[in-house]
């Protein structure tokens, strides 16, 4: 009997252990993901007029992001066809965003962005550093910036009308990240996406609803002459075109969460940022027809 029992043990451990591997890839793969937009507004840079949007992702349970693809529609009356072919399109991933993690070594790469059609525009990313190397699991079950867009338009009157393409071909594409063959040394930095792969996520929803615009149109804000200077900032800024008034100034991080506040503030005194941690803000302008937020980049 004990001859039995020793030669069944190893075949009873490795049924418990794929039992084991079969129910976390269901855990994994029962994982929601919904995608959304935030900060969606207009700007203007050297006399051109741009919508900027930053994309979020959030999960049912939290995971260590992989590679993956998605696609946004647009306007054509708005920003033309093809703006990937037309360069009217940046897909931003700086620090502060789950894209812009590093590492070391960058913990994502190989960026792609390609027009699927006249109106609609695809972005791919892959993975650069192995689950091991990723330190915490970088999409939670609350709301995270996964990486920000600027389109340029050719007609700013136009409603920019960007969205996620949600038809069921364009769905379920990211993974969990890829696990290194190594589990130290300097070898371990780097994914073998080949032989330990990531698992597909499914079930992935879309709400398109904060690309709207909340703020006023451009014709009636009258922000031609304001800027930021110098941006990105490492310990001040300057408000520059609104001549010497005082405003209402709000600095909210990426997730909209107030971090400063200068009521009543005179355009021609500097804005000290020195203890704001590095990462994107937003500056909120309140003038006594309009408000307008811009994007600051802390160093």
Not at 34 to 63: L, S
Not at 127 to 138: D, K, L, P, Y
């Amino acid at each position: 009997m004990k001859n039995i029992k020793s030669t069944y043990s190893p075949y009873k451990r490795q049924i418990k252990l794929s039992i084991w591997l079969l129910f976390v890839t269901i855990v994994i793969q029962a994982q929601d993901i919904h995608f959304t937009f935030v900060n969606a507004q207009n700007t203007i840079e050297n006399g051109n007029y741009y919508y900027e949007a930053d994309v979020m992702i959030e999960a049912t349970e939290a995971f260590k992001l992989g590679s993956g693809q998605m696609y946004l529609t647009y306007n054509q009356e708005a920003f033309g066809d093809n703006v990937s072919k037309q360069h009217s399109i940046i897909y931003g991933h700086e620090s502060g965003y789950i894209l812009g993690e590093s590492y070391v070594f960058p913990a994502y790469k190989s960026f792609i962005q390609n027009d699927n059609t006249s109106n609609r525009v695809s972005f791919t990313f892959q993975q650069g550093v192995s689950a091991e190397s990723i330190t915490e699991e970088n999409v939670a079950i609350t709301a995270k910036p996964l990486f920000h867009i600027k389109l340029k338009y050719v007609d700013a009157t136009k409603d920019p009308m960007v969205a996620f393409e949600e038809g069921s071909v364009f769905q379920d594409q990211f993974f969990t990240a890829c696990r290194s063959m190594l589990k130290t040394g300097a070898k371990a930095g780097f994914p073998d996406c080949a032989n330990l792969p990531g698992i597909q996520l499914v079930n992935d929803t879309y709400d398109s609803s904060g690309a709207s615009l909340q703020t006023l149109s451009i014709e009636v804000q009258d922000i031609t002459a304001v800027s930021l200077y110098p941006n990105p900032a490492q310990q001040y800024f300057l408000i520059q075109g609104l001549g010497n008034i005082e405003t209402n100034i709000h600095i909210t991080d990426i997730n909209g969460k107030l971090v400063q506040m200068l009521p009543s503030h005179p355009l021609q005194n500097i804005i000290n940022i020195s203890q704001l941690q590095t990462g994107v803000y937003f500056v909120k302008i309140n003038t006594q027809n309009s408000q307008k937020s811009y994007k600051l980049i802390k160093e």
